[in-house]
């Protein structure tokens, strides 16, 4: 807190999410000074990945930082105002943790006959028969823990705000034309899921997994091939959606005469809307989804290895190489306004003078906040011990569940296993994210239930990890009418839940009053899109207002083609040409073994 920094800068950017990483980025890019401050000791914010541990610290640190009552007495100009900064994480609300496994560490191993297939190392079925077409194997299975949980917390990375990237969104674009992407690792999507008919299937995405299909029939397949191509060849400001334009996707499709199979598929699997989406937006996002098939893979979905806390340290990464000046657990005490401008905040015992102020909406003074926005977030995060739809292998699923009742908000689910880095072996983690409008606990419950078996596993069961064997979710009849001491071999298809955690977090729609000053310049928080668009286009916007006629993000030249003051630029290689003088220390041994 007490270090001195250079008290001058073009832009200080207060926060390290999303788009004000990407904004610090861009500002550095093109040569100017910027000053990067977090109050929090990592990157990210509420879009950061921690391990199992730093979740908890995590928590631990709301609480602490609520009660935050630190008075600030600034030294002001005669004509100068001072707001003070809001405390960051004041709008994280609901949290609620729960365990439904014992603690006990030494909990007795157990033997257990799995069947693996050839595809997976910890595949297995529970309670299945031998089969021909697997391997039969004893396996030793060690009961998951609170304790053993713990232990492994270095294996887990847990998002705050998951997201997936679209192969052909805004910020994949970016991540290529600006190079940044050297700094990241990406993973396809394998499967987009949806549930039909009382279980859950995989979405045909590409032409191929369309035709080989066996549950749509030859004519639906032509039907849904050609809504598609429509959608993506006309998009939607074409004559075909005229007459559409104030009404829902639902009425466009209804005069279709699509079969329940293929409508469901279009508004569920692919759009992603409800039936109250306009026609204009469902069909967009149907293009968005279309136009992103097939670039790196069968789905139109990339996630990042680490987790989405990953991608904003990257565009860090790029500001700190261009010359850019970082400091965590640095606070923002608050700003100092003169007239209709910022300028200079105040940190710990330094005054920063400024020309731009880049600050994320928890930093901001509440003065100049004119409206706080309506699309808050619902989130939750469950440890499983298998996958909601168990295949062949593992996989990277997608699950967009909209609502079963008036009153409730659809829910993306996303499923992570190990190969993502997300868990230890032989676990999953599963994100849902859902507008708020009770808390996030109410709010996800009829999700949790269709998926999940949410509540306490009894010591003496022994449950193994699979994630290898086909299965169908149907509803969890079970459930209803608990009998409270459940059949100990009885096999239960839902996948347990070892540890949930619900939250809500603040909306993105948050917006300025008229009296805020012209030069700051408000970034939010994650919003409830799949993807980073929102974030992306914030950043270009923010940008374009400080420098309009500046390049944003330029391609950042790899380190190889980076030449420094006073080193010369190496001239042409020819064939036999040895680097570091070699040819001419060869020609001197020549010469002296002839003498």
Same mark, same amino acid.
């Given at each position: 807190?007490?270090?001195?920094?250079?008290?001058?800068?073009?832009?200080?950017?207060?926060?390290?999410?999303?788009?004000?990483?990407?904004?610090?980025?861009?500002?550095?890019?093109?040569?100017?000074?910027?000053?990067?401050?977090?109050?929090?000791?990592?990157?990210?914010?509420?879009?950061?990945?921690?391990?199992?541990?730093?979740?908890?610290?995590?928590?631990?640190?709301?609480?602490? +930082?609520?009660?935050?009552?630190?008075?600030?007495?600034?030294?002001?100009?005669?004509?100068?105002?001072?707001?003070?900064?809001?405390?960051?994480?004041?709008?994280?609300?609901?949290?609620?943790?729960?365990?439904?496994?014992?603690?006990?560490?030494?909990?007795?191993?157990?033997?257990?006959?799995?069947?693996?297939?050839?595809?997976?190392?910890?595949?297995?079925?529970?309670?299945?028969?031998?089969?021909?077409?697997?391997?039969?194997?004893?396996?030793?299975?060690?009961?998951?823990?609170?304790?053993?949980?713990?232990?492994?917390?270095?294996?887990?990375?847990?998002?705050?705000?998951?997201?997936?990237?679209?192969?052909?969104?805004?910020?994949?674009?970016?991540?290529?034309?600006?190079?940044?992407?050297?700094?990241?690792?990406?993973?396809?999507?394998?499967?987009?899921?949806?549930?039909?008919?009382?279980?859950?299937?995989?979405?045909?995405?590409?032409?191929?997994?369309?035709?080989?299909?066996?549950?749509?029939?030859?004519?639906?397949?032509?039907?849904?091939?050609?809504?598609?191509?429509?959608?993506?060849?006309?998009?939607?400001?074409?004559?075909?959606?005229?007459?559409?334009?104030?009404?829902?996707?639902?009425?466009?499709?209804?005069?279709?005469?699509?079969?329940?199979?293929?409508?469901?598929?279009?508004?569920?699997?692919?759009?992603?809307?409800?039936?109250?989406?306009?026609?204009?937006?469902?069909?967009?996002?149907?293009?968005?989804?279309?136009?992103?098939?097939?670039?790196?893979?069968?789905?139109?979905?990339?996630?990042?290895?680490?987790?989405?806390?990953?991608?904003?340290?990257?565009?860090?990464?790029?500001?700190?190489?261009?010359?850019?000046?970082?400091?965590?657990?640095?606070?923002?005490?608050?700003?100092?306004?003169?007239?209709?401008?910022?300028?200079?905040?105040?940190?710990?015992?330094?005054?920063?003078?400024?020309?731009?102020?880049?600050?994320?909406?928890?930093?901001?003074?509440?003065?100049?906040?004119?409206?706080?926005?309506?699309?808050?977030?619902?989130?939750?995060?469950?440890?499983?011990?298998?996958?909601?739809?168990?295949?062949?292998?593992?996989?990277?699923?997608?699950?967009?569940?909209?609502?079963?009742?008036?009153?409730?908000?659809?829910?993306?689910?996303?499923?992570?296993?190990?190969?993502?880095?997300?868990?230890?072996?032989?676990?999953?983690?599963?994100?849902?994210?859902?507008?708020?409008?009770?808390?996030?606990?109410?709010?996800?419950?009829?999700?949790?239930?269709?998926?999940?078996?949410?509540?306490?596993?009894?010591?003496?069961?022994?449950?193994?990890?699979?994630?290898?064997?086909?299965?169908?979710?149907?509803?969890?009849?079970?459930?209803?009418?608990?009998?409270?001491?459940?059949?100990?071999?009885?096999?239960?298809?839902?996948?347990?839940?070892?540890?949930?955690?619900?939250?809500?977090?603040?909306?993105?729609?948050?917006?300025?009053?008229?009296?805020?000053?012209?030069?700051?310049?408000?970034?939010?928080?994650?919003?409830?899109?799949?993807?980073?668009?929102?974030?992306?286009?914030?950043?270009?916007?923010?940008?374009?207002?400080?420098?309009? +006629?500046?390049?944003?993000?330029?391609?950042?030249?790899?380190?190889?083609?980076?030449?420094?003051?006073?080193?010369?630029?190496?001239?042409?290689?020819?064939?036999?040409?040895? +680097?570091?003088?070699?040819?001419?220390?060869?020609?001197?041994?020549?010469?002296?073994?002839?003498?």
């Amino acid at each position: 807190m007490e270090d001195d920094l250079p008290t001058e800068y073009d832009v200080i950017v207060v926060g390290t999410g999303m788009t004000e990483s990407i904004v610090a980025a861009a500002a550095s890019r093109i040569g100017k000074r910027v000053l990067h401050l977090d109050s929090n000791e990592y990157y990210g914010g509420l879009w950061a990945t921690f391990n199992f541990d730093g979740l908890q610290k995590w928590m631990e640190d709301l609480k602490t +930082s609520k009660s935050d009552t630190r008075e600030f007495k600034p030294d002001l100009g005669s004509d100068e105002k001072f707001l003070k900064a809001s405390n960051q994480y004041s709008t994280v609300e609901n949290i609620f943790e729960e365990w439904f496994i014992s603690h006990d560490a030494d909990l007795p191993e157990v033997s257990s006959k799995d069947t693996q297939t050839e595809n997976s190392g910890n595949a297995n079925f529970e309670g299945a028969e031998k089969s021909d077409e697997h391997k039969s194997v004893q396996k030793e299975t060690k009961h998951w823990s609170v304790d053993r949980i713990k232990k492994e917390y270095r294996r887990f990375n847990i998002d705050l705000a998951p997201k997936l990237l679209y192969a052909r969104g805004e910020l994949v674009e970016l991540l290529i034309s600006s190079n940044i992407a050297r700094y990241a690792e990406f993973r396809a999507v394998s499967r987009v899921a949806t549930y039909m008919d009382d279980k859950l299937v995989q979405v045909p995405c590409s032409r191929a997994d369309v035709f080989a299909n066996k549950t749509v029939s030859v004519i639906e397949k032509r039907m849904l091939m050609q809504l598609l191509t429509s959608c993506m060849d006309q998009g939607a400001d074409s004559p075909e959606f005229d007459g559409f334009r104030d009404k829902t996707f639902l009425e466009y499709l209804n005069t279709k005469n699509l079969t329940p199979i293929v409508k469901h598929y279009v508004i569920q699997a692919i759009a992603m809307v409800t039936d109250k989406t306009s026609c204009r937006e469902g069909v967009n996002r149907t293009k968005h989804f279309l136009n992103s098939l097939g670039r790196y893979g069968n789905t139109p979905f990339l996630w990042p290895m680490y987790g989405s806390g990953e991608l904003p340290q990257c565009f860090c990464r790029l500001c700190a190489v261009f010359g850019g000046v970082y400091c965590l657990k640095r606070h923002l005490d608050g700003v100092v306004v003169r007239e209709d401008k910022c300028k200079a905040i105040l940190s710990g015992k330094q005054r920063l003078t400024l020309e731009h102020l880049v600050v994320g909406q928890g930093h901001l003074p509440p003065e100049i906040v004119a409206s706080t926005g309506e699309n808050r977030i619902s989130r939750g995060v469950f440890i499983i011990d298998r996958s909601i739809m168990q295949g062949e292998k593992e996989n990277l699923t997608l699950l967009y569940y909209p609502p079963e009742k008036p009153g409730q908000e659809a829910v993306t689910i996303i499923e992570l296993g190990p190969l993502t880095n997300a868990c230890p072996q032989g676990l999953f983690i599963v994100h849902m994210t859902c507008k708020r409008t009770k808390n996030a606990k109410e709010d996800l419950a009829y999700a949790v239930q269709r998926f999940l078996h949410a509540k306490p596993l009894e010591r003496i069961v022994s449950r193994t990890p699979t994630d290898s064997h086909t299965q169908t979710v149907a509803n969890d009849q079970s459930q209803e009418g608990d009998k409270g001491a459940r059949d100990e071999t009885a096999v239960n298809p839902m996948p347990q839940v070892l540890w949930s955690l619900y939250l809500n977090l603040p909306a993105s729609d948050i917006k300025l009053n008229k009296s805020a000053p012209s030069n700051i310049h408000l970034c939010s928080g994650p919003d409830l899109d799949l993807d980073f668009d929102f974030a992306v286009n914030q950043a270009k916007e923010i940008f374009k207002a400080m420098y309009p +006629s500046e390049d944003f993000l330029p391609r950042a030249p790899d380190p190889e083609e980076i030449v420094l003051e006073g080193e010369e630029a190496p001239g042409p290689k020819f064939e036999g040409d040895n +680097s570091s003088g070699e040819n001419e220390k060869q020609d001197i041994e020549k010469a002296e073994k002839e003498e």
